[in-house]
Nanobody
């Protein structure tokens, strides 16, 4: 059974930074892609960024490109999301998700392709 655990959320002022982590356990090579999604109150869950286990290029939502950076450590099965220049509209519950299928090194943007989900971590950007 694959388990994904997020950490690093919290309250930060606009313009500040947070670093989210997603620790994966309970598997060997079952997860080929990790995605970060977020869901704000009253809104649909949306992709923020994703990265493949194989060295494919990471993907970013237009709203976070240039501010957020995803990185991975295949040795300890951890993926990080560095979030800089945070805005109030970044406020949401952030989820990491794992996808088993290898899409030729390209991580999928759609949540329907993800098999495993963490419990989420709250990020609040407010002064």
């Amino acid at each position: 059974q694959v388990q994904l655990v997020e950490s690093g959320g919290g309250l930060v002022q606009p313009g500040g930074s947070l670093r989210l982590s997603c620790a994966a356990s309970g598997f060997g090579l079952a997860v080929n892609n990790i995605g970060w999604f977020r869901q704000a109150p009253g809104k649909a869950r949306e992709v923020v960024s994703c990265i493949s286990r194989v060295d494919g290029s990471p993907l970013y939502a237009d709203s976070v490109r240039g501010r957020f950076t995803i990185s991975k450590n295949n040795i300890n099965n951890t993926v990080h999301l560095q979030m800089n220049s945070l805005k109030p509209e970044d406020t949401a519950v952030y989820y990491c998700a794992g996808s088993e299928v290898d899409y030729n090194g390209h991580c999928p943007r759609s949540m329907v392709y993800y098999d495993y989900w963490g419990q989420g971590t709250q990020v609040t950007v407010s002064s």
